[in-house]
């Protein structure tokens, strides 16, 4: 064979096994390519623990949504038409951990009002909740905006049936919550409408719920 056909000869076959090396690894990484997604360490897809990675896909999102917060029954209590005891009405707020939040909705509609018709409003509607706290003692203290004192009305009568309200609306729907002081503007007060002593947190009393209240003030006296 001459030898320009022996140099075409070895070009051919050098031609022919590049090309079938380069098919071959082109077909190797291919595969490799293709079992990406399906290696689990590869795609991020598990930890080591065999538990999802972080920064999983929408479906991790989807499984972590926050569901709504459920409603309890409580019972309010609002002055009766006869303005001598207290009638309980049925109300709901939102179960959350906090006693002082669940003070805060309770409050929020004793200020709003009754909705029977047998019932008055135990608070001035321009009455503004300020805070509350509630102590690890059990003692509540309600922070009132000066509304409470300025647009209270009535006797000594009305003026225990506003303490009791909101003393037995909290104590009676709140475990943890044992007494309740009421303040003015961030201060305590001696009385609300110069009857009652309000130096000192009050303890619940059920004397007042459902039935005629005795007109002997001292002995409603707020207690520590």
């Known amino acids: 064979m001459s030898a320009p056909l022996r140099w075409k000869s070895a070009l051919t ?4 096994s590049l090309f079938l090396m380069g098919g071959c690894s082109s077909g190797d990484d291919a595969a490799a390519d293709a079992a990406v997604p399906g290696d689990p360490e590869a795609a991020g897809e598990v930890s080591e623990a ?3 990675a972080e920064g999983g896909g929408e479906g991790d999102v989807a499984s972590k949504s ?13 002055p009766s038409n006869a303005g001598n005891y207290l009638v309980a009405e049925t109300h709901e707020i939102f179960e959350t951990a906090s006693p002082s939040d669940r003070a805060k909705q309770i409050l929020a509609d004793l200020i709003a009002g009754p909705n029977a018709k047998g019932s008055l409003p135990c608070l001035p509607r321009d009455v503004r909740l300020r805070q509350v706290f509630v102590l690890e003692d059990g003692t509540a ?3 009132f905006s000066s509304e409470l004192r300025s647009s209270l009305r009535g006797g000594s009568q009305n ?7 909101i003393v037995d609306s909290l104590a ?7 007494r309740v002081g009421i303040l003015i503007e961030g201060r305590q007060i001696e009385t609300l409408n110069g009857h009652i002593d309000m130096s000192r947190p009050f303890r619940p009393d059920a004397k007042w719920v459902g039935r005629q209240a005795s007109n002997d003030v001292s002995r409603s006296s707020a207690v520590a």
Do not use: C, H, Q
């Open 172 to 178: 009676f729907n709140i475990v943890e919550v044992r």
């Open 141 to 143: 203290w309600v922070d």
């Open 66 to 78: 926050v569901e709504p917060l459920k409603r309890t029954a409580v019972k309010l209590y609002y």
């Open 159 to 165: 003026e225990l049936l506003t303490v009791y309200a």
């Open 50 to 52: 065999g538990e999802p």
């Open 13 to 16: 076959a050098l031609g022919l």
